[in-house]
């Protein structure tokens, strides 16, 4: 999968709002769904599959819900888009087979180099980082330098003597 789809925003979204509101008693969905607006639809498929995937647990009952299974800092954005790749509807890049030379040869191949970046860029930031993001502004500045490779600094628009608008 290439880019974002709803069911990776809402499982992110849900997530990070189970790290954040750690307690006694596990998140329900209706919570999640009150705090961030996510649609019933979305949320429940996400969150099952996140069971499926080992990075919820899913309690039955009347005090049921959702926990997280690991530490906020080990799971990362690309374990989470993984989860929900499975039930992802979008056309997949990767899985298009061109019938053009063109498309064989150079096409195709430069999809899965930015799938593989995608994720590798996603595998870098955890929920831990989000849910300090969500805490703090500031904080914004830290998944960002995740995300930039080392050495690399970018240039604002201005400072590569684009004109303002």
């Known amino acids: 999968m290439i880019g974002l789809s709803n069911k990776l925003v809402c499982a992110i979204a849900a997530v990070c709002d189970v790290a954040t509101n750690v307690s006694d008693f596990p998140v329900r969905s209706s919570e ?3 705090r961030q607006g996510i649609s019933p639809r979305y949320l429940e498929a996400a969150l099952q599959e996140l069971v499926k995937a080992g990075i919820l647990a899913g309690i039955r009952g009347r005090q049921g ?9 080990d799971i990362s ?11 992802y509807t ?29 994720m590798k860029n996603l595998d870098k930031i955890s929920i831990e980082q989000l849910c300090a993001q969500a805490r703090e502004p500031n904080a914004r500045r830290a998944v960002r330098a995740a995300v930039r490779p080392r050495g690399s600094r970018e240039k604002s628009r201005y400072a590569r003597g684009a004109s303002p608008a």
Do not use: C
């Open 32 to 34: 999640i769904n009150g």
């Open 65 to 73: 819900g959702y926990r997280l299974m690991r530490d906020p800092k």
């Open 77 to 87: 954005l690309a374990q989470i888009a993984a989860a929900v790749a499975s039930t």
């Open 90 to 118: 979008g056309v997949d890049p990767r899985d298009i087979n061109p019938s053009s030379p063109l498309g064989q040869e150079v096409v195709r191949p430069l999809f899965h180099d930015l799938a593989a970046k995608w």
